[in-house]
């Protein structure tokens, strides 16, 4: 197992392995859990398993406070036309409650910056709920400014198949 130090000895980031596919889903259920959206989460074992660790499209690295798992971040690289280059989105990041308010949070930031820069990356995008205030001021906190003229949207499910076979 590949671990990735960082400034608190009780503290460490590691990259999964396929073994750790029931921990990415509760940490999934957890985050959904904090933003009220449970009820969203139809990812499995298997689904993820195929889709992290045999297609590769993502990669998760697994927060551990004195070899506890208490957190997770789930990142994959994506492309800007724009400048030309790459970039990498996280698509989530995770500390059990109980951990929060220790750093650690700006740590996991500072790996995939670090990972972000081994990559020529140019910027780093995620998104953030509009009531989650504690994530907003922690992201302003370290330089990130939020993307107002930008409005999110999303085609799923059956409605992606509905535009594919229509004429």
């Known amino acids: 197992m590949k ?10 980031l590691r990259e999964t392995t396929v073994e750790d596919t ?13 933003e009220k959206m449970s009820n969203e989460v139809v990812a499995t074992e298997e689904v993820l398993r195929k889709s992290i660790f045999e297609d ?19 990142y994959f690289f994506n ?9 990498l989105y996280l698509e989530d990041i ?6 929060r308010g220790k750093g650690y949070g700006k740590e996991i930031f500072k790996v995939l910056a670090k990972i972000a820069v081994e990559n020529s990356c140019e910027r780093m995008e995620w998104v953030c709920l509009n009531w989650n205030e504690p994530s907003i001021r922690f992201y302003k906190g370290f330089g990130s400014i939020g993307m107002e003229e930008w409005t999110t949207y999303r085609l799923a499910g059956n409605k992606i198949g509905e ?4 004429k």
């Open 94 to 99: 995770f500390i059990l409650p109980e951990h």
């Open 56 to 74: 590769n499209r993502a990669k998760v690295l697994v927060a551990e406070e004195n070899g506890q798992p208490i957190g997770f971040a789930l």
């Open 79 to 87: 492309f800007s036309t724009f400048i030309g280059k790459a970039g």
């Open 22 to 34: 029931s921990l990415i889903l509760s940490f999934i259920k957890g985050i959904a859990e904090y």
């Open 3 to 12: 671990y990735i130090d960082t400034k608190y000895d009780d503290f460490k």
């Open 163 to 166: 535009l594919a076979n229509s």
